[in-house]
């Protein structure tokens, strides 16, 4: 009895969230796998989360797979690339779980290699064994940081390494 009422109430807790259903998906699927940080910090800061042509922001964002964005009215976003409508509920959430992890005004390196942290860490627990998963760039993306995650040790992590080597990152962060 109990599962019955929690349910339902979880789906109007998602609804705090976003509209779209297809994200909704996706927020019980992180609920249903104990990511509770993501939702600590969905609530810190109000996040709305919405599909979004990201070129509409900036030609450079084109391709990007999710921007964490401040409205006008301080009102906080995390906008998927329409690009990604079609992904399945587990690649959504593992973007979701990225960009939960963005609070600053202005991202930093310790911040980035977190977010990218958490991404590898849910796709580890989400990804389905046996499942097809259609090619494109966020399926690339997401085996490779888990791939770079369980070849990392405490002493090289190798999620760090890429993203301090990366000039999208240097130039991004412009901090070093």
């Known amino acids: 009895m109990i599962f019955v009422f929690s349910m339902p109430a979880f789906a109007g807790y ?20 104990g990511a509770a940080e993501v939702f600590e910090n969905l609530e810190e800061n109000s996040v709305k ?3 979004y042509d990201l070129s509409q922001i900036s030609y450079g964002y084109m391709n990007h797979f999710a921007v964490n964005s401040v409205d006008t009215f301080g009102n906080r976003y995390i906008l998927i ?21 963005h609070k600053l005004k202005v991202a930093t390196y310790e911040e980035e290699y977190t977010a990218t942290q958490k991404e590898a860490h849910y796709w580890s627990i989400l990804k389905v064994k046996g499942k097809e998963y259609k090619s494109s760039p966020l399926l690339a993306r997401l085996d490779n940081l888990n791939n770079l995650r369980l070849a990392s040790t405490k002493e090289k992590n190798l999620i760090q390494e890429k993203i301090n080597k990366s000039p999208f990152y240097k130039k991004q962060l412009a901090t070093r």
């Open 14 to 33: 998602v609804d705090n969230f976003t509209r779209d259903n297809h994200i909704k998906e996706a927020l019980v699927l992180l609920e249903n796998n």
């Open 81 to 101: 690339n329409t690009k990604y409508k079609n992904a399945t509920p587990e690649e959504l959430a593992c973007i979701i779980a990225h960009e939960s992890f």
């Open 49 to 51: 989360i919405a599909f």
